[in-house]
């Protein structure tokens, strides 16, 4: 038996601990393999470390569940079902992105002309899927994502912070 804490952060971050496991298959081919097996051998290292590195960074943005609504994510369209708000938004119509720590529960607010900024708490059920679809956005850094939302739980942050802007993007 596995207590229910350990084991919702086994599967907090399964995915880091599986680019681990990959990795180190990997490594001990290279080590035990020779010629063509072992250059192989080398590219699955370095498939299990991009998986351990992306697997980190999800785990971090996880920050549970059991907060108010659902998240749902369709094909580009996100949509959000809370007890007293919700809405849906296309990720291409989006401008903004903004952190808001909020007086009662930290939230996304996700931005698009026209329409009333769409509020998601980061602990709504299905909030894990938001990180591949901001993920998604051009010029967005997860890293910087990551490290907002890290603040938030930290109590560091105490402002809204903008994660993405699209006006600020610089075509090269």
Known sequence: M??????????????????????????????????????????IVLA????????VQRARFRTGAGGPGVVQVTEGQLAYYGP??????????VYRLTLDPGPDRPCWRLSQQ???????????EGAEQLFDLFAALPGLRTAALVAAVQQVHAGTR???????DRSTLRLH
């Open 2 to 43: 596995i207590r229910p804490a350990a084991a919702a952060g086994l599967k907090r971050w399964s995915e880091a601990l599986a680019g681990i496991g990959i990795a180190a298959f990997g490594l001990w081919g290279v080590l035990h393999f020779h010629a063509v097996a072992q250059w192989g051998s080398g590219v």
């Open 48 to 55: 299990g470390l991009a998986l351990a590195w992306t697997g």
């Open 84 to 93: 007293f708000t919700g809405g849906a938004v296309a990720l291409s119509e």
């Open 114 to 124: 026209g329409q009333p900024d769409l509020s998601i708490p980061l602990d709504a």
């Open 158 to 164: 105490n402002r809204p912070a903008v994660i993405w």
